[in-house]
């Protein structure tokens, strides 16, 4: 009998960092087009999901945060057919360092409302950005501990 090909999802991680009501997003070029996100980006080889986050936020916003919760595990089928398995953290942001450069393709940080966010639309990179942040304002947080590394 032949075997299945491995299903190998995308592995992300996102930060939800919330100050005075206003959401640390991210402003990217991709195929030439505007998109928002949180700070977000791929898993890579011996980091924890934690690691993950504090270093994409600081990659692509500048901000040193420290994770405090997790807001939830989501999965996320793309139009293109690739699914993605994003782990969401929330916490608060530390400090900026302003000689950190910011990750290719990434034109700005800023700081926006969720009423802000949510009228982006389709220039949101994902229904995960709404989802997650619906989410964190509904109060959903799980412990860091709930992620165990072995």
């Known amino acids: 009998m032949p075997s299945t090909p491995r299903f190998l999802p995308h592995v992300t991680v996102a930060a939800v960092i919330e100050n005075e009501g206003r959401f640390l997003m991210v402003r990217e070029s991709i195929g030439g087009q505007q998109r928002y996100n949180q700070p977000a980006g791929h898993l890579e080889a011996g980091e924890s999901l934690r690691q993950a986050s504090i270093r994409e936020t600081l990659e692509e916003t500048a901000w040193r945060y420290q994770p405090e919760a ?30 950190q450069p910011l990750d290719e393709g990434i034109e700005a940080a800023v700081w926006l409302n969720f009423e802000q966010i949510h009228s982006l639309g389709d220039a949101l990179r994902s229904p995960l950005v709404t989802r997650c942040i619906k989410d964190y304002l509904a109060g959903i947080r799980y412990p860091l501990e709930v992620l165990q590394d072995l």
Not at 88 to 96: E, L, M, P, R, V
């Open 70 to 99: 997790i807001i939830g595990v989501y999965r996320w089928i793309a139009p293109d057919g690739t699914t993605f398995l994003r782990a969401t953290f929330c916490g608060q942001a530390i400090s900026k360092d302003a000689s």
